[in-house]
């Protein structure tokens, strides 16, 4: 049977409003524990939902002063691998205060149905990286990490 698209579409528009507003719990909420990010150079998995609205909450500035206003998304492909597993291909829109695309990106979300309804277990970042230094760069800003 399968997990329905609309279901999908109702956990990206919930998630997509998460960002929008900077709110690292709701956004937290919307993921499995542990939840596992991979892109080209990295793999890490998150034990809970605290560490993950860390590490949200840690991107913010950053993302305020490259001038996000607000975040969209394209689903791009879905393919029901179980029940209660589906692969998701998205493509997120980050927006400016007037609406207009600062850049995008390409990611992959494994989802899970479980009690509490739709969870991300997993999220394969293929371009995101390269597109936000490509932004940066071009607004003139830093995004190498403070010192410790």
Known sequence: MGIETTRIADYFNRYAASLTRFDAEASAELWSTPGMIVDDRFSGALDSREEMAIGLKQAYPVYRELGLGSVDYELVEENQLSDALVLIR???????????????????YLLRDEDAGLRACVCIETDSMQKLQALADAKGVDLTPPSA
């Open 90 to 108: 998205v493509r997120w829109l980050f927006l400016d205060g007037d609406g207009e695309l600062l850049t995008d990106s390409n990611s992959y």
